[in-house]
């Protein structure tokens, strides 16, 4: 893997018959497929793809990756390649295919950010109880200068700390729960109405979910699922992350619990976590 600037063009060649047939029994030089990105850590983001229908050609060499004024040149057995350490916010990244002549196709490009991962240890809550009111049933997902923790919708500052809590009344099914709806003063939390389904947050995207998907108060958790969460703060700040669901099992009501991972984006306001 060599690094180099982009000024020196890393053989990307725009308007040199990029996607077009080149001499007789040469292929079609497409760009790699299916390009999706994962936020690794605070650092770090994922991009992974799959290989163009011209990489079985003895004329193919790989591919290069660019973000910035760097790219990285990878051999053509590549299908993803981690970036980093990136700066914090946004960054767009190309993906092209890479020919031996020197010629690369047009780029697949994805747009993503590194967030903040709480998944080594799970944040783990058990269902509100109306009737007991103890115990941790709400998550605080976190801001730009705490991170994440359990809350019970009794402590001391929960009213602005708590983002949902996990409630199922009187055995119902569980659902997670914006805090607007146990006091219509706190965090204003809504759920998207994408959901992935994975046995970790190690789910690559395609596209974060947009800012008007996230318009649910309550979603009901299904096992190992990933759901988007954007938590509206009392001082205005807006924080997105991932969060999976591990619903812990061999329980029963009144004292159900999940297992909560999160992927965090510390900066208010951006979308990718």
């Excluded at 990244?93 to 010629?103: N, Y």
């Excluded at 099914?173 to 959901?195: D, I, K, M, Y």
């Amino acid at each position: 893997m060599k690094t180099v600037l982009l000024v020196i063009a890393v053989v990307i060649c725009a308007g040199c018959g990029n996607n077009l047939a080149g001499p007789a029994g040469t292929p079609s030089l497409l760009p790699p497929g299916s390009l999706v990105a994962l936020s690794v850590d605070s650092a770090h983001v994922r991009l992974s793809w799959t290989a163009p229908s011209v990489a079985t050609d003895s004329t193919f060499a790989g591919y290069v990756v660019a973000w910035g004024i760097v790219a990285d040149t990878l051999p053509k057995s590549s299908s993803g390649f981690t970036a980093g350490p990136l700066a914090r916010g946004a960054t767009t990244f190309q993906v092209r295919s890479l020919l031996k002549s020197g010629q690369a196709s047009d780029a697949a490009a994805i747009t993503w950010a590194p967030a903040w991962r709480f998944d080594a240890i799970p944040v783990i809550v058990t269902e509100y109880n109306s009737t007991q009111q103890t115990g941790s049933p709400g998550v605080d997902i976190g801001t730009a200068t705490s991170d994440p923790h359990s809350v019970g919708l009794l402590d001391p500052g929960a009213d602005s700390t708590l983002d949902f809590y996990l409630s199922g009344p009187a055995g119902s099914p569980l659902e997670l729960v914006t805090a607007a709806l146990f006091n219509p003063g706190w965090h204003q939390t809504l759920f998207s109405t994408a959901s992935t389904s994975s046995p970790d947050l190690n789910a690559s995207l395609g596209a974060f979910p947009q800012d008007n998907t996230f318009t649910l108060q309550t979603v009901t958790p299904a096992d190992n699922t990933i759901y988007y969460v954007k938590a509206v703060g009392n001082t205005g700040q807006i924080n997105f992350a991932r969060i999976h669901v591990h619903l812990v099992p061999g329980g029963a009501y009144p004292s159900r619990q999940v297992e909560i991972r999160i992927s965090l984006q510390k900066i208010s306001r951006l979308l990718y976590a």
